[in-house]
């Protein structure tokens, strides 16, 4: 067989989807944002806005629904391309103003700057993302083509430079490949951090020709959503990387596992991998080669510990997801006691990306131990939130502040809570953390899959701990005795504290549980399971001794500990905006017409606090609930003290 | 909850016909499992049974595996499935607020149906829209930013359709 089959195999593939890329661009193009997070903010009935207009105005252009570029604050999104002008992203595409700015740009020629938020490439006229801060701090590697592609045209991809690292891969021994892949330092995005050839090689030099690999999408963090992105926004990319992976290990047969909460991303992946087989990169002989693989999706089943590699073994083989004692490593014996290596979709993501640039391009970027770039989904008070990709080593102060652009609505950051339930909470003295796995388990906190948090003044650091606590306890296989029991007690001891029930002694018994939950527990969620409540003990200790020793929540959050309150100074005679939002009837006009609360009527529901017009902010929570009675008897004294 | 006769001789005809296309490979149990839950949006103690028989397995290591992952239901489900998100960013924005204003709204309490089988309501852990908090997911639709005002709206609109829907059934009236 000719050594350049594939080669010449793929450049024909190559060929004809270029030109089905020139021909999309003969006409006006107009790109939506519809990947999960655009659809929960109205992107569908946006393209369906948009096409009527066009149909209205008998218009003739191409309208794409593309993944997500990762600005998901500004959704939905959408992206015209027309002649003469660079390409222009406009933000918060509300019902109407899609239909306008295509009415207005293609026909008058008139780009409606007033909705942009910025340009695509760089011109004269308008800036660019690489203007803002957020562009000079973001390298993107895995996310470049998010956004702007349509992950359900396969030419996309290739006309972009997709599957030329899997077609390299096909003319590279197998051992090249994983040297390549080792000399890059590429580590497990999934968490831990494990060197990915390291990995490769012992599967590669485990004995056996029936070998698997498997892509692990069980995106199970609470606050993670990057996995998500990437298989819904560029699912081939992920595919090419599997396909090289399998490729490298000797592997004939690749599984995607993906969470039963991801129902777009099982659909985007399942088409990617049909056209990839009817193009011939997948199934017999790819590109005319020796090599065969096939490609088939299992979908998850809503167990967090499936995350773990040797729990999503046990629910591939048709058991509950318990996760077994390593050694044996999955490189070893995995899925059906065959050697199994199980990547992560972020880690099988750069692969094809260093095939094609080399592993000395990778380690340039980064940082020593932790080369290549960090995927962040930043969430929560933070302005800009959504998906960002920054070189390995970026601090956290560049990634919340300059990326990010701080925090909404003009409070304090009071922490960054970092990889999900494994993570930690760290304050704002530590802002300067580089974000590397290493870096990032000293500071107490893990680098784990990527979810940030971002926790501003108005968040309770023992509710957040109560939070993850009820999340693992729920989670935990109860294989483990320790995790099983230990994480029940510890969490019925934060429900007491939050409850404003808690003892002097519970920090200490807090201390000692959690020591005995990590020991004895035999995978990660276990292991992991008490850092959020050591991270916040360690930190923001004060917190804690507030709840237990005064019955105050200082971030006013805990419901038993706060209770509302209209201020009488504040609130509008005329005004009753209250007394309409409150879902229970609990707020009512006094004798001066002030509006008050009947503590027993009241849920907490927040709705008032939201109802009360800005200009008065009347509504004030306050903790103890017990405030409230001096509050109201300061009130009737001062009115007394007026009428004499 | 009582299952109808009705409805057990429907979720028996469907799982043996979806067990017609697996073989006894223990690796099909968990695929087949969501297909009857995709039919019949919950899985109940006959399918369980069939589904045993079918992979030679017994028929508590079946209800093991359902009552161990999430995702499978033992109840029929609602006619609108509301799933609130409990992810972090869902959490510290409200999510709690949200889920009670359920509760009250439809009087019924998580993991439970109304009794004209219109809504249920679950929670699910992060459906990866975090910035959208609060999410809820009713059926498929993704709904972000929601508000107990948000929650009051998405019933009423819903009562309006099942109004039309009637109305237009019988028009001349």
Redesign the interface.
Request: net charge neutral; glycine share 12%; with cysteine.
């Given at each position: 067989m000719s050594k350049n089959f594939p080669a010449a195999a793929f450049a024909k593939l190559q060929e004809q989807a270029q030109k089905e890329w020139a021909r999309l661009r003969e006409k006006p193009l107009i790109l939506i944002g519809a990947a999960t997070c655009g659809r929960a903010a109205g992107a569908l009935s946006l393209l369906k806005d948009v096409k009527n207009e066009l149909a209205k105005l008998k218009l003739d252009a191409n309208v794409l629904e593309v993944g997500c570029m990762g600005h998901c604050y500004a959704e939905p999104i959408m992206v015209i391309h027309n002649e003469g002008l660079p390409a222009i992203c406009y933000g918060y595409v509300t019902e109407g103003v899609g239909a306008r700015i295509v009415r207005d740009f293609l026909t008058e020629g008139d780009p409606c700057v007033e909705f942009a938020l910025a340009a695509l490439e760089p011109n004269d006229m308008f800036p660019t993302f690489a203007d803002f801060p957020r562009g000079v701090y973001e390298n993107k590697v895995v996310l470049e083509q998010c956004g702007f592609i349509d992950p359900q045209n396969i030419d996309h991809y290739i006309s972009t430079g997709g599957y030329t690292a899997l077609t390299k891969a096909l003319e590279m021994p197998p051992e090249e490949i994983i040297t390549t892949i080792k000399d890059s330092g590429l580590r497990g995005r999934g968490g831990a951090g494990f060197p990915t050839g390291i990995k490769w090689q012992t599967c590669r030099n485990a004995p056996g020709t029936t070998k698997y690999v498997i892509c692990n999408a069980d995106e199970g963090d609470p606050g993670a959503f990057m996995d998500r992105t990437i298989l819904e926004s560029n699912p081939h990319l992920m595919v090419e990387g599997l396909a090289i992976a399998a490729r490298a290990v000797g592997a004939g047969k690749g599984y995607v596992y993906i969470r039963a909460e991801y129902p777009l991303a099982v659909e985007r992946v399942a088409l990617a991998i049909e056209q990839a087989r009817v193009k011939g990169l997948l199934g017999d002989n790819i590109l005319g080669s020796n090599y065969s693989l096939d490609i088939e999706i299992f979908q998850g089943s809503g167990a967090f510990v499936c995350g773990e590699e040797s729990a999503l073994i046990a629910s591939m083989e048709g058991q509950p997801g318990i996760p077994r004692h390593r050694p044996p490593f999955p490189a070893e014996a995995g899925l059906w006691g065959q050697p199994t290596i199980i990547n992560n979709v972020k880690t099988l993501s750069y692969v094809p990306h260093i095939i094609k640039n080399g592993a000395d391009w990778f380690t340039g970027i980064g940082s020593g131990e932790n080369p290549g770039t960090a995927i962040f989904a930043l969430a929560g008070k933070v302005i800009n939130t959504g998906l960002a990709e920054v070189p390995m080593s970026t601090t956290l102060n560049e990634l919340i502040n300059e990326v990010g652009s701080g925090i909404a609505g003009g409070k304090k950051l009071k922490a960054v809570q970092i990889g999900g339930p494994s993570g930690g909470c760290l304050p704002e003295s530590a802002m300067d953390t580089p974000i590397d796995f290493d870096s990032l388990t000293q500071a107490g906190a893990m680098m784990g899959s990527g979810g940030m948090v971002v926790l501003d003044e108005d968040d309770c650091m023992v509710e957040i701990a109560r939070f993850f606590l009820d999340f693992t306890q729920q989670e935990s296989c109860g294989k483990c005795t320790f995790c099983r029991l230990g994480t029940k007690h510890m969490l019925d001891i934060l429900e007491r504290i939050t409850k404003g029930q808690g003892k002097p002694e519970d920090i200490d018994t807090l201390t000692g549980l959690a020591a005995k939950v990590k020991a004895g527990s035999l995978c990660s969620l276990g292991k992991t399971a008490p850092n959020p409540v050591l991270s916040t003990l360690k930190y923001f200790r004060e917190e804690y001794e507030a709840h237990i020793n005064e019955g105050r929540c200082p971030a006013k959050m805990c419901k038993e500990l706060i209770a509302y309150y209209i201020l009488p100074d504040k609130c509008e005679r005329s005004c009753d905006a209250c007394v309409g939002s409150c879902p229970v009837e609990a707020i009512h006009d006094n004798e001066d017409r002030i509006k008050v609360i009947d503590q027993e009527k009241c849920v907490k529901c927040d709705s008032c606090t939201m109802a009360c017009p800005p200009q008065y902010k009347a509504v004030v929570k306050l903790s103890p609930p017990h405030l409230v009675l001096e509050k109201d008897k300061e009130y009737k004294e001062g009115k007394q003290k007026w009428q004499q | 909850m009582k299952i109808t006769e009705e409805e057990k001789k429907l979720a028996i005809e469907t799982t043996r016909r979806l067990l017609e296309t697996y073989n006894d490979n223990?690796?099909?149990?968990?695929?087949v499992?969501?297909q009857v839950q995709n039919k019949l949006g919950y899985v109940p103690a006959v399918a369980m049974e069939e589904v045993a028989a079918h992979?030679h397995i017994p028929s508590v290591d079946v209800y093991?595996?359902i009552t161990?992952?999430?995702?499978?239901r033992l109840t029929p489900p609602g006619k609108h499935q509301v799933k609130i998100c409990?992810?972090?960013?869902c959490?510290?924005?409200?999510a709690?607020?949200i889920q009670?204003?359920w509760e009250?709204?439809l009087n019924i309490k998580l993991g439970e149906t109304t009794k004209d089988r219109e809504y249920s309501l679950e929670r699910?852990?992060?459906?990866?829209?975090?910035?959208?908090?609060p999410?809820v997911v009713i059926n498929?639709e993704?709904?972000?930013k929601i508000?107990?005002?948000r929650v009051?709206g998405l019933i009423f609109a819903n009562q309006l359709d099942n109004q039309k829907a009637k109305e237009g059934a019988a028009p001349n009236e």
């Open positions: - | 223990q690796g099909n149990v968990i695929p499992l969501q992979f093991g595996i161990f992952y999430n995702q499978f409990m992810g972090t960013a959490h510290m924005r409200g709690h607020i009670e204003s009250r709204r699910v852990a992060c459906v990866g829209c975090c910035t959208m908090a999410v498929d993704i709904h972000g508000t107990p005002t009051d």
